[in-house]
């Protein structure tokens, strides 16, 4: 936060017409900042007040362009409630709704826990649908909550804990402990927990950019972070034998099956993302009668909710992951499976605007269609003994296979990054055990290598 010493004033300004028509303007360090009254005394008193601070010495925020002694007031009352509303409020239009959807779970979840210690409030389920659905939820402002909801809003504003009180360590540990369980009171998942507390940094953060605190609290205070493992477990991972019989299992399948087929198939062959095969155009597919084809990725399709998205719509279409709007990631697959592609759009066609992939409806794919189709194939294709395992448990998991068959069949591993759309550090991460595995036979080839030079150089050596 800037601060200033130099304020001017300007006279008071009358503007007939408005409904608070006369205007106390000022300017701090060039900035002009100025406040509206009633009457021609309110701006006087306002005006005299400002001038007063001035003279005092005190240094006048850049921003809001009041004295420091008014911000100090103003943190004094703003609670934790209102910090997170108002950053909600900031940061809604520059947001895609599922991020705004995980935004308003997260706080939704720590706001209770930031309250009076004395303070309980007598039904959790309605207060954390109240804070979800509508405090946190910007696109709900537009109209008056519901009686319960608004009871609920009412006691939080009363009991929540001032801004100020986070800089105690105790504080910010009980919203941590918070994040880190469900409304039940059983444990959160690691990934959950930790993305939650993602957003509880980052509203701190801002916090710290307005002048509340001088450090982020959450630097302050230890606190053990839920274990996650970040490598993929290979028993989850089937081998292209098991592959084949899923996926034709799901072919199979009366209704959808024949339609998702192909959908998993590009999991597999070019490792996508489920999002990104929603979104597949068949503009993005090179499918050549013969040799290997390719696939353009240009983006993927997000299941927000209606309740999220600007235009009140179920799906949003997102950019790649973590890559620029306009980016693309072309994926060459292998013959069989542009014949598989191919052989789907002769016999299903293609949707009005060119998906490959669609609903009974033309609409987008429903996970929760695709994912009963998957459990059928599963029951079909696998042994009673591997039904009960997590071996392809998800259809995330064929990209999983994707991946690992492509380190397995010795492809470098940043090609596998890049065709799967990863950073090379992230491959390493996630992949590591089937790295391992690589790792041991190109330690083989070179071996073989130097020992190959090595009898050259005995062939070579001058004969004595």
């Not at 987008?364 to 194939?377: C, I, L, M, S």
């Not at 079909?380 to 591997?386: F, G, H, I, Q, R």
Request: with cysteine; net charge positive.
């Amino acid at each position: 936060m800037a601060m200033s010493y130099k304020v001017r004033f300007w006279d008071i300004r009358e503007r007939p017409k408005r409904r608070k028509p006369f205007e106390v303007r000022w300017t701090v360090n060039g900035r002009e900042r100025s406040e509206s009254f009633i009457t021609k005394g309110l701006a006087e008193s306002r005006r005299a007040k400002l001038m007063t601070a001035a003279r005092d010495g005190e240094a006048f925020d850049e921003q809001t362009g009041l004295p420091a002694s008014e911000i100090r007031a103003i943190r004094q009352r703003t609670t934790w409630y209102d910090l997170a509303h108002a950053y909600i409020d900031e940061r809604w239009d520059r947001t895609p709704g599922n991020t705004r959807r995980t935004l308003a779970d997260a706080l939704a979840t720590i706001t209770p826990a930031l309250v009076r210690r004395e303070a309980r409030y007598s039904e959790p389920r309605v207060l954390r649908r109240a804070l979800y659905s509508w405090a946190f939820n910007k696109r709900a402002w537009e109209s008056e909550p519901s009686a319960e909801w608004q009871h609920a809003l009412d006691w939080m504003k009363r009991h929540s804990l001032p801004v100020s009180e986070l800089m105690e360590p105790d504080v910010v540990r009980r919203a941590l402990d918070a994040l880190g369980r469900k409304i039940d009171g059983e444990s959160a998942a690691a990934k959950t927990a930790l993305r939650k507390r993602s957003a509880f940094s980052e509203v701190l953060g801002t916090a710290v950019d307005k002048g509340y605190f001088t450090e982020n609290p959450l630097a302050r205070v230890k606190w053990q972070a839920p274990g996650v493992s970040e490598e993929v477990d290979p028993a989850c991972v089937p081998n292209p034998t098991q592959v084949a019989r899923l996926l034709t299992a799901v072919g199979e399948q009366q209704g959808r099956g024949p339609h998702l087929e192909a959908f998993f198939g590009c999991m597999y062959y070019a490792a996508m993302r489920p999002a990104e095969v929603i979104h597949l155009q068949i503009s993005q597919c090179h499918l050549p009668k013969s040799g290997w084809g390719m696939l353009n990725l240009s983006g993927g399709v997000v299941t927000a909710g209606k309740e999220w998205t600007d235009d009140g719509e179920v799906h949003e279409v997102h950019s790649l992951k973590r890559r620029a709007v306009k980016a693309t990631r072309p994926v060459p697959i292998p013959p069989s499976f542009v014949r598989t592609l191919r052989n789907h759009v002769d016999r299903f066609g293609v949707a009005p605007d060119g998906r490959v992939f669609r609903n009974a409806a033309g609409g987008y794919v429903d996970a929760a269609a695709y994912g009963k189709t998957w459990e059928r194939a599963r029951k079909k294709a696998l042994a009673p003994s591997e039904q009960p395992t997590l071996l392809a448990k998800r259809p995330y998991d064929l990209r999983h296979a994707g991946i690992s068959f492509w380190l397995h069949s010795g492809v470098d591993p940043a090609e596998c990054a890049r065709r799967a759309g990863q950073s090379i550090q992230v491959l390493f991460q996630y992949y590591a055990k089937f790295l391992d595995g690589l790792q041991e036979h190109s330690n083989r080839l070179i071996e073989e290598s130097m020992q190959e030079w090595s009898r050259r150089s005995k062939d070579s050596s001058p004969k004595g």
